[in-house]
């Protein structure tokens, strides 16, 4: 199949398609728009519906009643957006509802601006339900990186009966670049007996709830959910190395920002300062055990984030005092530009 | 010989949580009724609310999802969007509906989604104890309101149905009553046209009872009847605000 | 003795003695007497004159419990007396 070349939000709606995607339920906000612009066209000639929500939380709560029905739900929407929908998150984390939620991101806090941003992480790591929970976060840093994660998405969550988030950003979501989707790998996936879509006198009725009065009774669901997201983690963890062989200071950064930053590892390359990078794929589960395989040569970590330093928490948990912990960050929707980058490793590393 | 009334086979066998005399038993009751009736129980999707009824499905014989505080009409959207030749319906409570849901409530019309909702007016917010609804009554006290509810400082009762029925979406809209046996058979009636105005694909119905809360208006069980008849009704009149045809 | 009109019989243990049913029946005989406590607690009403019920089924109609099972053993369809509110 040919390369397209696609503005990421784009690929990522019809990598949605590909994956399996039944239903679309969302709010429009920049600089998502074009996400559900493009399914609202495509969509429904693949079969599917598409429909406008009058908030994002009825957005996520229709993604929550088509999923309890056994439908392939997802939602897209950008920071402000995403915190409306944390109630719903907390929802279908508790009730194991299959789903998929797209948050490109964009600068606040509050309504703050259109411009890209990752001040999102810990929404998207922590979240802003109640209760403890965790949801699978892909982090992107390719608009053809998005388009896989995005194909392989709906059999994740249905796999795990969990959500997923897909973290972008403003950036990624309007750059322009080739793109091709590959057939997805078939996976076999469980039935959904558990599904509310009227029992036909034939069994007994399903309930899709969240309310556990019994404290016993909570405290074991608690206990089953955190064993299914230790499950999650100890297997959908990824991350890629760039250049950390013998690296003296080894980077952090994930989606946009990864690549400026390998742009700032090239550069300081030629000037004979090696550094390297971790960059993760998914954000929860954070791929700790790549900070066990450092260099014997890494003397320092820096962290590099478009926000005011949220990643960093999870890489000081990661590296646990081993190694110094660095950071530098641009936020406002600003996005950092390789020089920056180096005239500021140089002064970490005192080679200025 | 003829059974005149047994317990319904939508009903399971569940005795239910709700105080003694609370009309919410009635409601949840003829909602079963009807789907037995209508021959539904096994395609129905049934959307709880956060509120006194919320555990409606340990009660009810069908598949329900429990929703968010107000959201019912958003996971009904989203069921029915999946389902659309299944029966959905919400039930809700008035604090749920009206207050913390007001715009769920509206867009579900404004989209004429084919599902019913059960709208349960008890003038008061019940599971928490007995604080102030959109629907408390001009004077009538409450434990967020101890003076009683004054309309300068929190305006006047919300209408719900009055408001609905100005939505073009919604096709049918009624305030019916359980203060009586008759006024039950008549909520009934009205219950059923709402599920086969669905079941005809006409668009979005809702059916609004008045409904006692003893426990939340600190009356007895016969009292609470008689509060609902002298003070509700003539706030919140009965009948018939909007039928399929006027909705052409 | 005149012909038996209706049967109305509680499932005790369901019900929550909240009086409904007492306030509803159109001859009655569903009476709190403080005779009976069921398994709950509550105060059951003693159908006082069974023979009486005229299987109108108003007082199931308003038991929020489902409690009470009526049969009517006439042919009429709705005994127009029992309408009454
Ligand atoms: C987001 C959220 N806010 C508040 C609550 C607490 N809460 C539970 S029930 C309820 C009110 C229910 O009142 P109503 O809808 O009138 O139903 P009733 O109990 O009277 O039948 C509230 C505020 C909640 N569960 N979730
Ligand atoms: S608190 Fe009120 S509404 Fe809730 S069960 Fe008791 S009487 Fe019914
Ligand atoms: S209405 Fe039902 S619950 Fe109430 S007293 Fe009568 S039988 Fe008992």
Redesign the pocket.
């Known amino acids: 199949m040919p390369k397209s070349l696609m503005k990421g939000n784009e690929a990522l709606a019809l990598a949605a398609i590909k994956g399996g995607c039944s239903h679309f339920f969302g709010y429009p906000i920049t600089p998502q728009n074009e996400i559900p612009e493009f399914l609202a066209r495509e969509l429904p000639k693949a079969g599917g519906v598409f429909l406008q929500a009058e908030s994002e939380l009825a957005a996520i709560n229709m993604v929550y009643g088509a999923a309890a029905t056994g439908g392939r739900a997802m939602t897209s929407s950008s920071s402000p957006g995403i915190a409306l929908m944390q109630e719903g998150m907390s929802s279908l984390a508790a009730a194991e509802l299959p789903s998929v939620i797209v948050n490109v991101q964009r600068g606040g806090p509050g309504i703050g601006t259109i411009q890209p941003s990752q001040a999102d992480y810990y929404q998207m790591t922590r979240g802003g339900g109640n209760g403890d929970y965790r949801i699978l976060s892909f982090a992107p840093a390719t608009v053809q990186e998005g388009a896989e994660m995005m194909m392989a998405a709906f059999d994740l969550a249905d796999f795990y009966r969990t959500p997923v988030f897909i973290v972008s950003d403003g950036m990624l979501g309007q750059m322009m670049e080739p793109v091709e989707f590959p057939e997805r790998p078939l996976r076999t996936l469980p039935e959904k007996s558990w599904a509310a879509v009227g029992h036909g006198g034939s069994r007994k009725p399903n309930t899709i709830k969240t309310l556990v009065l019994d404290p016993g009774l909570l405290e074991q669901k608690n206990l089953r959910l955190q064993e299914k997201f230790t499950r999650i983690a100890a297997t959908e963890s990824r991350f890629e190395n760039y250049r950390t062989d013998e690296a003296e200071l080894v980077l952090c950064a994930y989606g946009s920002t990864a690549r400026i930053v390998k742009n700032s590892i090239d550069l300081l390359a030629e000037e004979g300062i090696k550094a390297g990078l971790i960059r993760p794929q998914t954000l929860w589960p954070f791929p700790s055990s790549a900070f066990q395989q450092l260099p014997p040569t890494c003397r320092t970590i820096l962290t590099v984030e478009m926000s005011c330093g949220q990643m960093v928490d999870d890489v000081r948990l990661a590296v646990n005092g081993r190694l110094p912990v660095a950071f530098y960050g641009r936020s406002g929707g600003i996005i950092p530009v390789p020089e920056e980058i180096v005239a500021h490793i140089k002064v970490l590393l005192g080679r200025v | 010989m003829s059974v005149i009334f047994a317990k319904s086979k939508g009903l399971t066998d569940q005795e239910t949580h709700y105080c003694?005399?609370c009309t919410h038993?009635i409601i949840q009751r003829l909602v079963a009724e009807v789907l037995e009736e209508l021959g539904l129980l096994g395609d129905t999707i049934g959307c709880a609310a956060v509120g006194c009824s919320i555990l409606t499905y340990n009660y009810l014989n069908i598949d329900m999802i429990e929703s968010a505080h107000g959201r019912a009409p958003a996971v009904a959207t989203g069921a029915k969007r999946v389902h659309p030749n299944k029966t959905v319906f919400t039930y809700q409570g008035d604090g749920d509906l009206a207050s913390i849901g007001t715009a769920e409530i509206v867009h579900v019309a404004h989209r004429g989604e084919k599902i019913t909702t059960i709208f349960v007016n008890n003038a008061i917010y019940g599971m928490t104890g007995g604080q102030m609804a959109p629907t408390t009554l001009p004077g009538q006290k409450v434990t967020t309101a101890p003076g009683g509810r004054d309309v300068a400082h929190s305006g006047m009762p919300l209408k719900v149905s009055e408001m609905i029925a100005q939505i073009p979406g919604a096709v049918y809209v009624e305030r019916v009553s359980v203060h009586n046996p008759r006024a039950v058979r008549h909520a009934k009636k009205a219950i059923r046209k709402g599920f086969e105005y669905q079941m005809a694909g006409k668009g979005f119905s809702l059916i609004e009872v008045l409904s006692t809360c003893p426990t939340g208006w600190g009356l007895s069980?016969v009292d609470s009847l008689t509060w609902l008849q002298e003070n509700m009704i003539p706030y919140y009149p009965l009948g018939v605000f909007k039928t399929p045809e006027e909705a052409k | 003795m005149a012909e038996l009109k209706g049967r109305v019989r509680?499932?005790t243990n369901?019900?929550?003695?909240?009086?409904?049913?007492?306030v509803?029946c159109p001859v009655d005989i569903?009476v709190?007497n403080g005779n009976s406590v069921n398994l709950k607690g509550?105060?059951?009403?003693t159908i006082t004159e069974p023979a009486k019920c005229t299987g109108c089924g108003n007082?199931?109609q308003?038991?929020?419990?489902?409690?009470?099972t009526v049969e009517r053993f006439t042919s009429k369809k709705e005994d127009p007396a029992c309408l009454k509110a």
């Open positions: 003694p005399g038993g069980p | 509680i499932a369901v019900c929550k003695g909240c009086g409904l049913c007492t509803a569903m709190f509550y105060q059951p009403p007082c199931a308003m038991c929020p419990d489902s409690a009470l």
